[in-house]
């Protein structure tokens, strides 16, 4: 089982770089990068962070990719 | 880009080449290499210079420390000590064996296990790092 997300989506509806948000998240472009695309699954507190960010719910950001 | 991340990229870069030159010369011309003692000393000199440097770099530039300690480099550096210890213990293991049979002085294999325990998680960070997966 794979993680899917909505973060482009969602990074892009609030008018973010990748770089934007994660100086707002505090955490390098490249990992914003990474969970974008599906190669890195973030940390319970990063995901809560980033779907803070950009203002939805973690639930609405990530979903199981079955 | 990152200045702390370059910087820690250039320096398992440099441990990387530096313990395989070492290594090298251990195998293809042991003459060349000096006084153990003496590389023994400029490698804990290097180590604590290395430290002074990250330190100072953390103390002066936080807020891009903090973006290169992130997750995904910790995840990263992880798997590169988990990588390490597994080629540790594998080349432990051929020491052993050849010591054991008298083929290795167990000097000689004591210092050789010091080259994957170096070498292996640096390899993992640069290849990481220039995969755009460490900072």
């Given amino acids: 089982m794979k993680l899917g997300n909505n973060l482009r989506k969602y990074r892009k509806e609030r008018g973010l770089t990748q770089a934007g948000l994660a100086e707002l998240t505090k955490v390098s472009r490249k990992t914003i990068n990474t969970v974008e695309n599906g190669v890195f699954v973030p940390s319970t507190v990063l995901a809560l962070s980033i779907a803070k960010v950009v203002g939805t719910s973690v639930e609405e950001l990530f979903y199981l990719d079955s | ?135």
């Avoid at chain 2, 200045?3 to 030159?21: C, Q």
């Avoid at chain 2, 060349?32 to 000393?41: D, H, K, S, W």
């Avoid at chain 2, 990250?54 to 891009?64: G, K, N, Q, S, T």
């Avoid at chain 2, 010091?114 to 390899?123: A, D, Q, R, V």
Wanted: proline residues 4%.
């Fill in chain 2, 1 to 135: 880009m990152n200045v702390f991340a370059t910087a820690r990229f250039y320096l398992h870069l440099g441990l990387l080449l530096g313990i395989s030159v070492l290594l090298i010369c251990i195998l293809v011309a042991p003459t060349l290499i000096p006084n153990g003692l003496f590389l023994y000393t400029l490698s804990i000199a290097i180590a604590l210079i290395g430290a002074a440097v990250f330190w100072a770099l953390a103390y002066f530039r936080p807020v891009e420390a903090d973006a290169a300690n992130d997750e995904l480099v910790q995840f990263s550096e992880q798997k590169s000590v988990i990588l390490g210890y597994w080629a540790t213990l594998a080349v432990f293991m051929v020491m052993a064996g050849l010591t054991l049979t008298d083929n290795l002085d167990a000097r000689i294999a004591f210092y050789f296990l010091g080259f994957p325990l170096g070498i292996i998680p640096s390899i993992y960070m640069v290849i990481a790092f220039m995969r755009g997966r460490a900072g």
